[in-house]
Nanobody, 125 residues
């Protein structure tokens, strides 16, 4: 089992930055690719970003086109934590953000095995 707890959400104005954190516990953190997903009200959960288990300069990251160039995913394996730095936030970024863990190379939510409870991000115009 892997337990995931997100934090860092909030209500912000468009154009500002926010950093989400996800603390993991349980099994070996580096064994898992970590991902961030989001779900806006009335919409399906969508992939945001993911990062391979190694972290650091050898990590492999993937981003949804909608956030590429604005969001950065990173991880600190010494702290068992993954981050999502969100810059230049837009109202359409408003959603509940979830972190998730998988042992596959995938952007599909259904292939992530463990999920956090989510943290709300609201961006006002």
């Amino acid at each position: 089992q892997v337990q995931l707890v997100e934090s860092g959400g909030g209500l912000v104005q468009a154009g500002v930055s926010l950093r989400l954190s996800c603390a993991a516990s349980g099994r070996t953190f580096t064994n898992y690719r970590m991902g961030w997903f989001r779900q806006a009200q009335g919409k399906e959960r969508e992939f945001v970003a993911s990062i391979s288990g190694s972290g650091g300069v050898r990590s492999y990251t993937y981003y949804a086109d909608s956030v590429k160039g604005r969001f950065t995913i990173s991880r600190d394996n010494a702290k068992n934590t993954v981050y999502l730095q969100m810059n230049s936030l837009k109202p359409e970024d408003t959603a509940v953000y979830y972190c998730a863990a998988t042992q596959k190379v995938t952007v599909l939510a259904g292939e992530y095995d463990y999920w956090g409870q989510g943290t709300q991000v609201t961006v006002s115009s």
